[in-house]
């Protein structure tokens, strides 16, 4: 095992290092057990070991001691080593899941070892035998499959990250991912600039680095957030080795045949598929062959984009409230783990995402066979987790139903989908997959399994009576000797006159004859003292046993024994039989999880009164009547109505203004300048915007009565620092940066949302950095803008920008109060109504009035704006075209621009950023501005 590590924020050192635990030193004075154990925590140092011992798992030194913290269980001592006490603490085997849990959610690794013998067989070694013991799996949080420990609604995926490095320009990487509960297993390549996105969209629960890019400090920012990240050894990472790792693990002699990968794809999916086999120990879990994500295939959002447009969950890190809760309709856990991948990745080319709206469109129509298929799916069971678990050799005999049960859903819905008069691809696809699972092993399953299911299956009795003879005569001689105990408890009863005997059972003594303390002295005397052997005195009770009692027992045990051991071959046989069939279990999984999607949306479509968005390879955007999908549900509760907008960034139809005809003013997108008092509703209309293209693009109907998307490549959403509540600590800075990822970023199919950029900082650099921003997206980057401020000074630029457009939220003046009428026109604000807003806000009138003095005042000397001076004054954009030499009119300003420009804050330490905004800020300064 590798030096690995899992650091966390809770847990920044390695879980255990205990210096004192060495094998040798002393070892005459270290038990036999002992020594076994300090033999298997020394080959495991990384983690905490579960030490088997009978019906607990026990931890000692340190282990203990962090454990015991951790859970907050009692830390007891066992024994002593050199000198000292050693420190314990157990978990009871049965309540392992609960503790697994808390343990990985707070960043441990844990290593299971168990019992790999009958203590029976280590006792017959003789009396200093230990029982064999070994590790039998790493339980990380990125490789867990129990139902207990995971989410059932949301994947979570192992990463690995590999770095090839370029002796000339750029290092590439590559991240693959899998998920071992459902076997997915994708890879892509990656620059560093995306990588952060990439790793945002994946949200792993556990991402494992060579020790060299763990020690990368340009990396340190991307990655030391993350939940668990855990640096491994070179040789995991080794390119040279990958190609052959990789096929190896898929029993293939060559992974040409799952596509073409480049030479750091292939080191990260070889990387990961060593490391789930390093944590699984012998086991060979159920793995998909790695799929290749093409470059560009999906929409690219990054990291803030993500949270601050509350995808997935909100900025307070909540799933309700965020767009994934508000859309999600899906019934089966598999359908929302599909709905949740498909909003982290939208898609990028037309006609895929018309595939999925087609699929849609056909259930939004037939409500009929919507709704009988989403009856059906409520007991469709997790095929996928179900199936993986057993190959894994940890499923239980529920698992064995959940095969049993899925597969014969899916004939069901196959021959719900038969009569379909139109079968959209997709839909066409799904059916035909459903039609090929394999029905034979549903009907033996039915045969095997009785009606009433334990959890596990060492607890036995899932077999049906009747299925096996062999299996039936060993419980039917169980069942009988429990009968005759039964009996002899009567006899006993009767032949001592003791009518409260009972012959009870435990897992200590087994069989035993319990009577009360005042009856135990006659059963000690002569004569029943003949028959009656004491076995144990408690507080109120006396135990025997007898000559017949023993016998019966092991009987008993017999017959027990082997009714569980044939149940348990009939379980083996069965789970060989699953793991013979993944492939089409797999794949009918897959196929319900998107039948559930396509009718989950058509149901919301209906619910919500969305539409099919009209997607092509068009810079259009034209959205009729647009909602926001989470703010007009929160509304809907509450009872308000919520005011539909239309939004227009279509590029402009010919002719292009005069002005710009062949400038570079024809074609792209139009750029929206949103104004409007505070809680007019700007923030809300930019997002609806920018969630109804995600929406569009992820596949599904649209909160609008009409929209047309020309397909988005990247979408960028910003919000001020300022605004950005949420991220109390975030700066002006922040703020900057991240404006400046948009600004080198954004091409021609971008959507960029901005909102209040500019604001965290004194009115005119704000004012004038938002300036420059909005020329450089018009000239440079030429993308799809909404850009909200309350600089209304912004909206004189629209006499100077052919594409650009003023937009404003209305209010109405009414008896002195400003209502918002949520209501999006053409033009500009006149003014903030800041005064209007604080006297809704509550402050006193005193203060409203005096404010209401002042502002007469400045805007009497203020006579004309300092923008219309501006606009007058200023030449547009200097570079508008990088080849053409800037201007020589205002050297000041182009020159900011291009510092500005050049600024790559992805390579900037914050120290480097802060320096640099204070030299613009210098530079501003010696400019005329
Ligand atoms: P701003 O960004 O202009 O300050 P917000 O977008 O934050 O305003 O909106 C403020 C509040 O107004 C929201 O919380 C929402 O409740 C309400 N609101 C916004 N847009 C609408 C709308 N179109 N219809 C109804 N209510 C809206
Ligand atoms: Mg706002």
Not at 802 to 818: F, I, S
Request: aromatic share 6%; charged share 25%; glycine share 6%.
């Amino acid at each position: 095992m590798d030096a690995a590590r899992t650091i966390t924020a809770d847990n920044p050192e390695p879980a255990t290092k205990d210096a004192t635990i060495k094998a040798g030193d002393e070892t005459s004075r270290v038990t036999p057990m002992m020594e076994q154990y300090i033999e298997i925590k020394a080959a495991n140092p990384d983690c905490l070991l579960f030490y088997r011992m009978g019906d607990f798992y026990e931890l000692f030194f340190a282990d203990a001691e962090v454990a015991s913290r951790a859970l907050g269980i009692v830390l007891t001592k066992r024994g002593k080593h050199l000198g000292a006490d050693i420190p314990m603490c157990g978990v009871p085997v049965e309540r392992a899941d609960e503790y697994l849990h808390r343990l990985i959610a707070l960043g441990h690794r844990v290593a299971v070892c168990e019992q790999l013998e009958d203590p029976a067989l280590a006792r017959k070694r003789g009396g200093k035998s230990v029982v064999r013991r070994d590790v039998v799996r790493l339980v990380t949080p990125g490789t867990l499959t129990e139902d207990s420990l995971l989410d059932a609604r949301s994947n979570n995926y192992l990463a690995a990250l590999a770095r090839s490095r370029a002796s000339a320009g750029e290092d590439r990487f590559a991240l693959a991912w899998i998920d071992i509960s459902t076997g997915e297993f994708r890879v892509a390549e990656s620059d560093r600039a995306a990588l952060a996105a990439t790793i945002a969209r994946i949200e792993p629960g556990e991402i494992i680095v060579s020790d060299a890019l763990y020690a990368d400090a340009v990396l340190a920012p991307t990655l030391r957030g993350l939940p668990a990240l855990t640096p491994l050894t070179r040789d995991v990472f080794d390119g040279a080795t990958a190609e052959r790792r990789l096929a190896a693990f898929f029993g293939v002699a060559t992974t040409a045949a799952f596509g073409t990968f480049s030479r750091v794809e292939l080191a990260a999916a070889a990387a990961a598929i060593t490391y789930v086999e390093r944590t699984q120990i012998g086991k060979r879990p159920l793995i998909s062959p790695p799929l290749r994500e093409a470059a560009g295939a999906t929409l690219a959002l990054d990291a803030a984009t993500r949270s601050n447009l509350e995808l997935h969950r909100t900025l307070a890190g909540e799933r309700r409230g965020s767009l994934l809760a508000a859309i999600d309709r899906t019934i089966t856990a598999a359908g929302a783990r599909l709905l949740a991948q498909r909003l982290a990745a939208p898609l990028t080319d037309a006609a895929e995402i018309g595939h999925r709206l087609d699929s849609v469109a056909v259930f939004a129509a037939d409500a009929a066979r919507r709704n009988d298929l989403r009856a059906r799916l409520k007991s469709a069971p997790d095929l996928a987790r179900a199936s993986s678990r057993l190959v894994i050799g940890r499923g239980g005999p529920r698992d064995l139903a959940a095969i049993r049960d899925g597969i014969f859903a899916a004939g069901e819905f196959a021959a719900r989908l038969s009569d379909l008069p139109e079968s959209p691809r997709d839909i066409a696809q799904v059916a035909q997959v459903l039609h090929r699972t394999d029905v034979a092993l549903a009907q033996e399953l039915d045969k095997v399994l009785a009606d009433e299911l334990p959890a596990l299956r060492r607890d036995g009795g899932f077999v049906r009576p009747g299925y096996a003879p062999a299996l039936d005569e060993a419980r039917a001689l169980r069942d009988e000797s429990r009968r005759v105990i039964a009996a002899l408890q009567v006899r006993y009863a009767e032949a001592t006159g003791i009518r409260a005997l009972k012959i009870r059972h435990n897992n200590v003594l087994g069989y035993f004859v319990d009577v009360s303390a005042q009856h135990g002295e006659k059963l000690m005397t002569a004569p029943l003292n003949g028959t009656f052997i004491h076995r144990q005195t408690t507080a109120g009770q006396v135990r025997f046993t007898t000559t017949e009692l023993g016998e019966l027992e092991s009987k008993i045990a017999t017959a027990a024994e082997r009714a569980l051991a044939l149940e348990l071959e009939i379980f083996e046989r069965m789970a060989t039989a699953v793991a013979a069939a993944s492939a089409t279990i797999k794949d009918a999984a897959e196929a319900i999880a998107a039948l559930d999607v396509a009718c989950a949306l058509a149901a919301l479509a209906l619910e919500r009164d969305y539409v099919r968005p009209q997607v092509d390879d068009s810079l259009a955007f034209a959205i009729e009547g647009g909602r926001h999908p989470v703010v007009e549900q929160m509304l809907a509760a509450g009872g308000g109505p919520f005011v539909a907008n239309d939004c227009d960034l279509s590029p402009p139809p010919p002719p292009y203004p005069s002005s710009h005809a062949g400038e570079g003013g024809e074609g792209a997108g139009r750029i929206w300048i949103v104004t409007g008092p505070n809680m007019a509703g700007k923030s809300t209309f930019l997002r609806q915007n920018a969630l109804i293209a995600i929406l569009t693009q992820t596949g599904s109907f649209v909160p609008a009565r009409g929209a047309h998307i020309g397909v988005v490549d990247r979408l960028f959403s910003r919000v001020g620092a300022a605004d950005d509540l949420a991220r109390g600590h975030s700066t002006f800075m922040v703020e900057m940066v991240e404006t400046a990822a948009i600004l080198n970023q954004a091409g021609e199919r971008a959507l960029v949302i901005l909102d209040e950029i500019g604001r965290g900082t004194a009115t005119f650099d704000g004012l004038s950095i938002a300036w420059a921003t909005i020329e450089h997206l018009h000239e440079q980057n030429r993308c799809r803008v909404l850009f909200a401020t309350h600089f209304h000074e912004m909206t004189a630029l629209a006499g100077k920008l052919p594409r650009l457009h003023n937009a404003t939220m209305r209010v109405k003046e009414w008896q002195g109060d400003v209502v918002f009428l949520h209501e999006v026109v053409a033009g500009a604000a006149d003014r903030s109504y800041g005064i209007q807003v604080a006297k809704l806000a509550g402050l006193p009138a005193s203060v409203i009035e005096r404010a209401k003095v002042v502002l007469a005042q400045i805007e009497a000397e203020d006579r004309v704006s300092p923008a219309r001076r501006l606009i007058d004054d200023l030449p547009l954009f200097a570079s508008a075209r990088p080849a053409a030499a800037p201007p020589q009119t205002d050297s000041a300003l182009a020159a900011l621009m291009d510092a500005l420009a050049a600024l790559n804050p992805d390579d900037m330490s914050p120290r480097d950023a802060l320096e640099a905004l204070y030299a613009l800020k210098a530079q501003l300064a010696k400019g005329k501005l």
